[in-house]
């Protein structure tokens, strides 16, 4: 015991930690403002499972580092209360926290625990220690900080065990005891010393133990382990469901609206947060279908790019914070572009925007909206882009639609079927929302008919706008151009209002995301379901009963990011398929963790000019899934095209068919009288 060395310890540790963190905070105040404090249950409800309960980190192919990191997490809560007590002692022997004095049965269970957690987190700092120095696995990035840091954990926890073990010699207690695992498996490791040198020992321990504990402190917000810090506050400010899949919308009626992310200023508060916030572990590239195919992203190398970005700009954005008028559009107009050396053009035009990097991040960073983001200053402002997005732009433009067909060939597909027009003034129930691809793409023309071959047998009230439909604008958000989507947006919800629309049904998910969750900032709140979803509804309501669809033919199913990912829709496809008697052999990747078509976030439209074609890699592994033939199944335009062209590209047109979720049920249909039909007839 030595208050003046330990008040002295504190101040020279605890007084550097202070500045430090407040100058890594500071140019956050410069970035866009963004509301984060609503709905504080949900927030804290997401903390408990994602932040405190580490719900992330139990995938199966991930398993062992997550639950390494598990230990260590768990052992830093449970010894926060330790290092409070031991800076105690620190100032008197008698100290002690309220409630957990070591004669107390609530102190001597916590000191139990304790025991228990300094073992385990010493098992998980080396295990981590081996996979940095010997196993060096591709997706870390090793760094000497990450193993400084760790060498930090095991020496905490062996001075722990080291000042534990010296007090049970010099108490004469030697032996094990389960009241103390780890104190006393020290004390049995030390038996051999005297009690002088078992003094000195403890002593030492204790003092170095302290003062590792401060360097530890000083060295977090120098560098990635800031998320030490960071990453719970991550978690509690994540965005919110419903919605959470939309992109906010730009105002662009302001004088001062800010079109995109020009420089690090344009970003809002919180993804300067996730820069900070990111681990490094690499989870996010796994299964990005950008990044295992050969492209130039990674969303944790974007992360660690804007993270250094952010402090090189440190001085610039503090002096931004605090400037006003004209000198803060000058102090932000001398900012470098990211475009220009932090994240390359190649790297935000790769990404198809499926989500997998937001699912798999077990601190809940957001780093599509900000990939979108830098789109948007391309389009909007730099008017910058692959060619085949400015086409795309042209044909919506003028067409109402992507391939740039006549708007009045739009009821084509429907030609023979005496459809109901939402126009003719007759009640009906759902809008049969057809989409852009299953209007104009002869290939999904057939999806559409099937569709509306389903809603008539299970007796459904529908209709369809026809002429009147517009595309939802999903492709021209994703690429960048939000004033078109806007435009597309402001049409839709003017013509449902015409029309009273309570309910749409749609085929394409990317038509069910803009639908449902981005439509309502423009005043557009419906009940919008997948064709899936309501197949799986009329057959538990018993309006649809279905035979055979494939008879015995092999199938697997591939979950489009937009409907699982996205929308949570997962499980309704397969008990469509169910229903249709199709046994559905899982993929290895699948549901919320299924792997992209390659077709998301508008690269339907571009070329796919760098690295290997994602659709290849994505029939492969359903090829395998099948042994060689099958069908997949599918329940997403885009994702039919992409899949059927990857089959065709491999040489598998003989084997393996691509077919969609409505076609297996409407065959199901004719085959529960009249016997198994052909695939897809």
């Given at each position: 015991?030595?208050?003046?060395?330990?008040?002295?310890?504190?101040?020279?540790?605890?007084?550097?930690?202070?500045?430090?963190?407040?100058?890594?905070?500071?140019?956050?105040?410069?970035?866009?403002?963004?509301?984060?404090?609503?709905?504080?249950?949900?927030?804290?409800?997401?903390?408990?499972?994602?932040?405190?309960?580490?719900?992330?980190?139990?995938?199966?192919?991930?398993?062992?580092?997550?639950?390494?990191?598990?230990?260590?997490?768990?052992?830093?809560?449970?010894?926060?209360?330790?290092?409070?007590?031991?800076?105690?002692?620190?100032?008197?022997?008698?100290?002690?926290?309220?409630?957990?004095?070591?004669?107390?049965?609530?102190?001597?269970?916590?000191?139990?625990?304790?025991?228990?957690?300094?073992?385990?987190?010493?098992?998980?700092?080396?295990?981590?220690?081996?996979?940095?120095?010997?196993?060096?696995?591709?997706?870390?990035?090793?760094?000497?900080?990450?193993?400084?840091?760790?060498?930090?954990?095991?020496?905490?926890?062996?001075?722990?065990?080291?000042?534990?073990?010296?007090?049970?010699?010099?108490?004469?207690?030697?032996?094990?005891?389960?009241?103390?695992?780890?104190?006393?498996?020290?004390?049995?490791?030390?038996?051999?010393?005297?009690?002088?040198?078992?003094?000195?020992?403890?002593?030492?321990?204790?003092?170095?133990?302290?003062?590792?504990?401060?360097?530890?402190?000083?060295?977090?917000?120098?560098?990635?382990?800031?998320?030490?810090?960071?990453?719970?506050?991550?978690?509690?400010?994540?965005?919110?469901?419903?919605?959470?899949?939309?992109?906010?919308?730009?105002?662009?009626?302001?004088?001062?609206?800010?079109?995109?992310?020009?420089?690090?200023a344009d970003l809002s508060w919180k993804e300067g947060l996730?820069?900070?916030?990111?681990?490094?572990?690499?989870?996010?590239?796994?299964?990005?279908?950008?990044?295992?195919?050969?492209?130039?992203?990674?969303?944790?190398?974007?992360?660690?790019?804007?993270?250094?970005?952010?402090?090189?700009?440190?001085?610039?954005?503090?002096?931004?914070?605090?400037?006003?008028?004209?000198?803060?559009?000058?102090?932000?107009?001398?900012?470098?572009?990211?475009?220009?050396?932090?994240?390359?053009?190649?790297?935000?035009?790769?990404?198809?925007?499926?989500?997998?990097?937001?699912?798999?991040?077990?601190?809940?960073?957001?780093?599509?909206?900000?990939?979108?983001?830098?789109?948007?200053?391309?389009?909007?402002?730099?008017?910058?882009?692959?060619?085949?997005?400015?086409?795309?732009?042209?044909?919506?433009?003028?067409?109402?639609?992507?391939?740039?067909?006549?708007?009045?060939?739009?009821?084509?597909?429907?030609?023979?079927?005496?459809?109901?027009?939402?126009?003719?003034?007759?009640?009906?129930?759902?809008?049969?929302?057809?989409?852009?691809?299953?209007?104009?793409?002869?290939?999904?023309?057939?999806?559409?008919?099937?569709?509306?071959?389903?809603?008539?047998?299970?007796?459904?009230?529908?209709?369809?706008?026809?002429?009147?439909?517009?595309?939802?604008?999903?492709?021209?958000?994703?690429?960048?151009?939000?004033?078109?989507?806007?435009?597309?947006?402001?049409?839709?919800?003017?013509?449902?209002?015409?029309?009273?629309?309570?309910?749409?049904?749609?085929?394409?998910?990317?038509?069910?995301?803009?639908?449902?969750?981005?439509?309502?900032?423009?005043?557009?709140?419906?009940?919008?379901?997948?064709?899936?979803?309501?197949?799986?509804?009329?057959?538990?309501?018993?309006?649809?009963?279905?035979?055979?669809?494939?008879?015995?033919?092999?199938?697997?199913?591939?979950?489009?990011?937009?409907?699982?990912?996205?929308?949570?829709?997962?499980?309704?496809?397969?008990?469509?398929?169910?229903?249709?008697?199709?046994?559905?052999?899982?993929?290895?990747?699948?549901?919320?963790?299924?792997?992209?078509?390659?077709?998301?976030?508008?690269?339907?439209?571009?070329?796919?000019?760098?690295?290997?074609?994602?659709?290849?890699?994505?029939?492969?592994?359903a090829a395998a899934a099948l042994g060689g033939a099958g069908?997949?199944?599918?329940?997403?335009?885009?994702?039919?095209?992409?899949?059927?062209?990857?089959?065709?590209?491999?040489?598998?047109?003989?084997?393996?068919?691509?077919?969609?979720?409505?076609?297996?049920?409407?065959?199901?249909?004719?085959?529960?009288?009249?016997?198994?039909?052909?695939?897809?007839?």
């Amino acid at each position: 015991m030595s208050p003046l060395a330990t008040a002295l310890l504190l101040a020279a540790g605890l007084a550097p930690f202070a500045w430090n963190l407040a100058r890594r905070l500071r140019p956050l105040r410069a970035l866009r403002a963004e509301q984060r404090l609503d709905r504080p249950l949900a927030r804290l409800s997401g903390l408990l499972r994602f932040g405190l309960a580490q719900r992330r980190l139990f995938d199966r192919e991930e398993l062992v580092p997550g639950l390494l990191h598990v230990l260590v997490f768990g052992a830093f809560l449970v010894l926060a209360l330790r290092t409070v007590t031991l800076f105690g002692l620190g100032f008197s022997e008698a100290f002690a926290l309220p409630g957990l004095a070591p004669s107390s049965p609530a102190g001597r269970a916590y000191l139990v625990a304790k025991d228990v957690v300094v073992l385990a987190a010493l098992a998980g700092a080396l295990g981590f220690l081996w996979r940095r120095l010997v196993t060096k696995p591709a997706r870390l990035t090793l760094s000497v900080e990450g193993t400084l840091v760790l060498g930090f954990i095991v020496a905490l926890m062996l001075t722990e065990l080291a000042f534990d073990g010296a007090a049970r010699l010099r108490a004469g207690e030697v032996g094990w005891s389960a009241a103390a695992p780890g104190g006393s498996l020290a004390a049995l490791a030390m038996s051999g010393l005297s009690l002088a040198a078992a003094g000195l020992l403890g002593a030492a321990a204790f003092w170095l133990h302290l003062a590792v504990v401060l360097a530890f402190l000083n060295v977090l917000p120098l560098g990635k382990h800031f998320h030490v810090l960071t990453a719970l506050p991550n978690v509690y400010l994540r965005a919110l469901p419903p919605g959470a899949s939309a992109l906010r919308p730009l105002d662009l009626e302001r004088e001062d609206a800010v079109f995109g992310t020009r420089s690090v200023a344009d970003l809002s508060w919180k993804e300067g947060l996730d820069a900070y916030a990111c681990t490094e572990c690499g989870r996010c590239q796994t299964h990005c279908p950008a990044h295992t195919t050969g492209k130039p992203l990674s969303a944790k190398e974007v992360n660690r790019a804007v993270r250094a970005h952010l402090r090189e700009q440190e001085r610039p954005l503090v002096a931004l914070a605090a400037a006003g008028g004209p000198a803060r559009a000058e102090l932000q107009a001398a900012l470098p572009a990211l475009a220009d050396g932090v994240v390359q053009p190649d790297t935000f035009w790769s990404c198809t925007t499926c989500g997998w990097c937001e699912t798999a991040c077990p601190v809940l960073i957001e780093n599509v909206p900000r990939l979108v983001d830098l789109r948007r200053q391309a389009v909007l402002v730099d008017a910058v882009m692959p060619d085949e997005a400015g086409r795309i732009f042209r044909n919506l433009e003028t067409q109402g639609n992507p391939w740039g067909i006549g708007s009045n060939k739009r009821t084509e597909w429907c030609e023979g079927l005496d459809v109901p027009r939402a126009a003719s003034g007759e009640p009906f129930e759902w809008l049969f929302f057809v989409g852009c691809a299953g209007a104009f793409d002869e290939r999904q023309k057939k999806v559409s008919r099937a569709i509306v071959r389903i809603l008539r047998e299970a007796g459904v009230s529908f209709a369809i706008l026809g002429d009147e439909e517009t595309c939802t604008g999903d492709a021209a958000r994703r690429l960048g151009n939000e004033y078109l989507f806007q435009q597309q947006a402001r049409a839709s919800v003017e013509t449902f209002g015409r029309y009273g629309v309570r309910k749409i049904l749609v085929q394409c998910p990317h038509c069910l995301n803009t639908l449902r969750n981005e439509l309502p900032a423009f005043g557009g709140r419906y009940e919008v379901v997948h064709h899936a979803e309501l197949v799986d509804r009329l057959v538990a309501e018993g309006r649809l009963t279905l035979g055979d669809g494939l008879g015995q033919v092999r199938a697997t199913y591939h979950d489009p990011c937009y409907l699982a990912r996205h929308n949570g829709v997962a499980e309704a496809p397969r008990r469509a398929l169910a229903a249709a008697g199709v046994q559905v052999t899982e993929l290895p990747r699948s549901g919320r963790t299924g792997f992209c078509c390659g077709a998301g976030g508008g690269r339907m439209w571009l070329e796919e000019k760098l690295g290997t074609r994602v659709n290849r890699s994505r029939v492969d592994e359903a090829a395998a899934a099948l042994g060689g033939a099958g069908v997949i199944a599918a329940a997403c335009p885009f994702c039919i095209t992409m899949l059927k062209d990857g089959v065709a590209e491999t040489g598998r047109e003989e084997a393996i068919h691509v077919l969609d979720v409505a076609e297996i049920v409407a065959t199901a249909m004719r085959t529960r009288t009249a016997g198994t039909q052909t695939p897809g007839a």
